[in-house]
């Protein structure tokens, strides 16, 4: 076996373009990762009318911009479907990152994991290949969701620069750093995919579900709180919405959300790199 190189960049656009070659090679695969969240937004989103259930349940003497000021009381804007469109970002960016941990298993079990192993490039690079892969499929995937999104009745701010759109991006990509870093150091030493898709189902939905993407973290039980307010889904959700749909951004929030998510990527990434040192071997 060769020296391994020191540079950690060292191979890392020919794995990297290894891994998008399994997505954007198989257009079906694609189409299905867009249609899910698509389908939540179409029918869960529309049909889940927040709207209409609290106007309809309002007596008729109240004027409807009291249902209005009630639903940005609640959700922070009077258009429910907009509120959980953006939740459908994070949603999006969950479910392409959980397999990333999946990808390391099938490479150790076909062999080409060994065989890069064999060869000088560093093993950051093996880890930081496959990050990178997950945050630009997730990336765009987004991106085709927040179209759909807008298609079907997304509501923007009346503040909203295409500078938010960047601070949208930036939110996104530590986001999908940190959760595709999280899967892989759950997946580095595993020989089986059935442990890890055990994993991936074990941690997605509660990782979904104990965030903001759906509902707020106000409307939740007491001890589902402090669950939520350290889930980096509801972080990430909570600085889209201010970007995007929020009519007033709280500033402090916003620079909470993103320090926050900026300390999770880098320390889930790190811990990966470290583990990737240390159990990555023939």
């Excluded at 020296?3 to 960049?9: C, D, T």
């Excluded at 009630?70 to 959700?75: A, C, H, L, P, R």
């Excluded at 969950?94 to 000088?120: E, H, Q």
């Excluded at 995007?244 to 811990?271: C, H, K, P, R, W």
Aim: hydrophobic share 50%.
């Amino acid at each position: 076996m060769e020296e391994v190189s020191s540079n950690p960049l060292h191979g890392l656009w020919a794995l990297t373009n290894r891994e998008l070659k399994k997505w954007y090679k198989e257009p079906f695969i694609f189409l299905i990762s867009i249609i899910q969240p698509v389908i939540w937004m179409g029918l869960f989103g529309k049909a889940m009318n927040i709207n209409a259930i609290i106007t309809n349940n309002l007596p008729p003497e109240v004027p409807q911009w009291l249902a209005d000021q009630m639903m940005k009381q609640t959700f922070g804007t009077s258009d429910y479907f907009s509120y959980m469109a953006i939740g459908m970002l994070s949603f999006v960016t969950l479910f392409t990152t959980m397999f990333s941990g999946m990808s390391i298993v099938w490479d150790r079990r076909l062999g080409f994991l060994d065989k890069v192993l064999s060869t000088p490039v560093a093993r950051s690079a093996i880890i930081f290949s496959k990050i990178l892969s997950a945050t630009i499929r997730s990336l765009v995937q987004a991106s085709i969701v927040l179209v759909f999104a807008l298609l079907l009745g997304l509501q923007l701010s009346p503040n909203f620069t295409p500078l938010n759109l960047l601070g949208v991006y930036i939110i996104l990509f530590m986001l999908c750093a940190g959760l595709s870093s999280l899967f892989l150091m759950l997946g580095i030493r595993s020989t089986r995919w059935e442990t890890q898709m055990a994993i991936v189902n074990l941690l997605n939905l509660p990782l979904m579900f104990t965030s903001n993407a759906l509902f707020p973290t106000a409307t939740m039980p007491d001890w589902l709180k402090p669950i939520s307010n350290v889930n980096p889904i509801t972080f990430t959700t909570d600085a889209v919405r201010q970007l995007l749909i929020f009519e007033t951004v709280n500033t402090t929030q916003l620079m909470l959300d993103f320090a926050y998510m900026g300390i999770f990527a880098a320390i889930i990434a790190s811990i990966s790199i470290i583990l990737s040192w240390r159990y990555l071997s023939r």
